[in-house]
């Protein structure tokens, strides 16, 4: 079994190493691969140095899987020539919505990996991730008919710039000095901003799209779904307050035991002080926690609860080799 990492330098890709690190998986030969500018520089994994390789130079014909882990026009330009060799695991926005290219989320549907027509699986935005694995074991019971989300996610989903402005910007916030804003559009210390993305011609963002549309690809097209997307200063993990809309009625038991008992959710919810989940504790956790579970009384079948989930790991790299654990458990589907 060899296997590639496409952008193995950055935040997504050294995750990536590390849950391969603690994963099962026979791994013969390991290909980190990066841009000119980081070729050459050494990693370890699993206490073995790896010199990080060109990838305008590599020869995907080594390998079987290969991971992508650097961005859209990377995906745009080398996923195809990859796919001609080995299965591309890719976690960029670029493959997406092609309707040849499974949408996948391992403990949601799975069944999709039967049909790819490309060589090529994509990975959900981390926004997603986190948020239909949640949604998964209450549809399967309730049916849901419409959800409103509003996410609050962390700066590491810009990538490390992003986080390291974050740390400078607080710096020079508390020392009362001049702030200027590189990665975003505004200051991000002490503030929230309500845009992530480009902005559609309907004033919705790119992100808040994603994350409707993606919603409808790996769960149910019929699902209405709303998103308002804000970035606010926290360095990892993204959170989210969903309100749902059930088309039959349930009980708040029910609910609770159902998130429970599905793979990758933990229910945190004791309606007390520090009963519930942040960002901090979901940080370097595989699991994605449910709380603040209640009624929304002013709606028929209306369901409000708080998601927490490390983006970086659950909503990205986590995702990734778990859909290369099913490929593998399954004998490789496609192609």
Known sequence: MNIAIVGATGNVGRKILEVLERKDLAIDNLYLLASSRSAGSKIIFNGKEHEVIDLETFDFSKVKITFFAAGGKISENFAGVAAKHSLVIDNSSFYRMDPDVPLIVPQVNSDHLHNIKKNIIANPNCSTAQLVIALKPLHDLFKIKRIVVSTYQSVSGGGKAPMDELIEQTKQVLQNNKIESKNFTKQIAFN????????????????????????KKILDSKIDLTATCVRVPVLVSHSESVNIEFENSFSLEKVRDALDNFEGC??????????????????????????????????RNGLNMWIVSDNLLRGAALNAVEIAETLIKNNFYGK
Do not use: C, Q, W
Not at 197 to 211: C, I, N, P, W
Not at 269 to 286: L, N, Q, V
């Open 192 to 215: 929230a901003i309500p845009h992530i993305d480009v902005f559609s011609d309907d004033g919705y963002t790119k992100e808040e799209l994603k994350m409707t549309n993606e919603t």
């Open 266 to 299: 933990k229910v945190i919810d004791e309606r007390a002080d520090k009963g519930y989940s942040t960002p901090i504790e979901a940080e370097g956790k595989d699991e994605t926690f449910i709380s603040r579970i209640r009624e929304d009384k002013t709606v």
